[in-house]
């Protein structure tokens, strides 16, 4: 056993501002050697992101206690028995759904959504069913096979993507979440092609990094829609070419932008009145692709009759439709030849002992994501 320092969410639902309520308890915990197909990582980086958030609001239950935390990077440490892909001292990035590769979806190309991967992050365990966190002899669940919020983690080796090692780790924890995320949905759910009209709906982590997709894509125009105008400088960084408050005339200026409609729509806030506007905005033909994750007692109302005699598609993106080992290096490749400018996304670093203001912040939605940096 190795002792970690690690911030735990001791119950769900506490009322903000968290800096007082402190739902996140920062302490040590016991952690135990990497097991068959396992590894142990030093954990250098881990971004807050509103998955996160939605497991401390209790939008998202998930059993608890659990050690949070889901995008991030870090180094490997010690390797268990019989596992491949990944050696001591390797960087490596997480990605949140470890991918079996022999159940149906990942046998189709589509890992993320690995069946034991998903009962593994629903059960809060990591893919062989075990949980290496422990607290005076109790174990201590796991969040998305990650726990990025301990300066020790153990994880499956499906969870880890290798990389680089001249890749800054506060930049490579972007690409396990917001990039992969965000740039996924565009490129590889819409399928975007240069020239799409294209419309980003919420500009946080993910939203922004689908900017970066957007315009990496070739498309044009790029049209960013939040009602915080302080973000909207970044967006324009990130390559949106137009930016929109969300008012009750978007669909119209998305509209009058484009000559008739988006031809691809992102929803990155998790808000069913927003997906409607985003399908809203939509051209005949169109599609709308929706990454954010709502309360599930929200319920989406469209004009049905829409989806044929328009021939529009309205897609969800979990992963960004990612496959994680293929998708993270290419994306680090485009960072690198300055067509994803990563670096924007960086709203801030954090101490471990700063988290819960540090979600203060993410619910106030005042910045770009911020990153605890061990």
């Known amino acids: 056993m190795i002792t970690t320092r690690a911030a735990v ?8 501002p968290y800096a007082h309520s402190r739902p996140l308890t920062v302490g040590d915990l016991e952690l135990r050697p990497p097991g068959t197909g396992e ?3 030093r954990v250098r980086a ?40 990944v050696r001591v001292d390797d960087h490596v990035v997480f990605a949140f759904v470890p991918a079996c590769g022999g159940c149906p979806p990942c046998q189709s190309g589509r890992p993320a959504l690995c069946e034991p991967g998903a009962a593994a992050n629903t059960a809060g365990t990591l893919l062989r069913g075990q949980r290496p966190f422990r607290r005076a002899g109790r174990e201590v669940h796991h969040h998305l096979g990650v726990s990025a919020f301990s300066e020790y983690t153990v994880a499956a080796a499906e969870s880890l993507v290798p990389v680089d090692r001249s890749l800054p ?14 740039v996924g949905a565009v490129v590889n759910t819409a399928r975007a092609r240069t020239g799409t009209a294209a419309a980003v709906f919420g500009l946080g982590g993910i939203g922004l990094a689908a900017v970066m997709g957007a315009r990496a ?16 400088a970044v967006a324009m960084a990130a390559g949106a070419t137009h930016t929109l408050t969300g008012g009750p005339d978007t669909v119209d200026a998305i509209r009058d932008l484009t000559h008739g409609g988006a031809e691809v729509a992102i929803e990155a806030v998790g808000s069913a009145a927003v ?23 929200q319920i989406l109302s469209i004009p049905a009759v829409s989806l044929v005699a328009e021939e529009r598609t309205l897609r969800g993106s979990y992963l960004g439709g990612a496959v994680p ?17 990563a670096d924007l996304l960086l709203g801030g670093r954090l ?22 940096v061990f």
């Open 9 to 16: 969410l001791e119950e769900s639902g506490r009322p903000g």
């Open 39 to 41: 590894v142990l990582v």
């Open 46 to 85: 881990a971004g807050l992101c509103h998955s996160d958030l939605s497991v401390i609001d209790g939008s998202r239950p998930r059993p608890l206690p659990m050690v949070l935390g889901h995008e991030a990077a870090g180094v490997v440490v010690e390797v268990g028995p019989d596992t491949r892909g």
């Open 169 to 182: 780790l506060d930049r490579a924890a972007l690409f396990g979440c917001a990039l992969l995320t965000g």
């Open 217 to 232: 894509a070739g498309c044009h125009p790029v049209i960013a829609v939040d009602p915080v105008t302080a973000k909207h």
């Open 275 to 297: 997906l409607a506007t985003a399908y809203a905005a939509t051209r005949r033909g169109g599609t709308t692709v929706t990454v954010g994750l709502p309360d599930p007692r």
């Open 325 to 341: 080992r293929r998708d993270i290096p290419r994306y680090i490749a485009l960072y690198r030849a300055g067509l994803l400018p």
């Open 351 to 372: 101490r471990l002992d700063e988290i819960n203001t540090g979600f203060d912040t993410l619910a106030a939605a005042t910045t770009t994501r911020q990153v605890v």
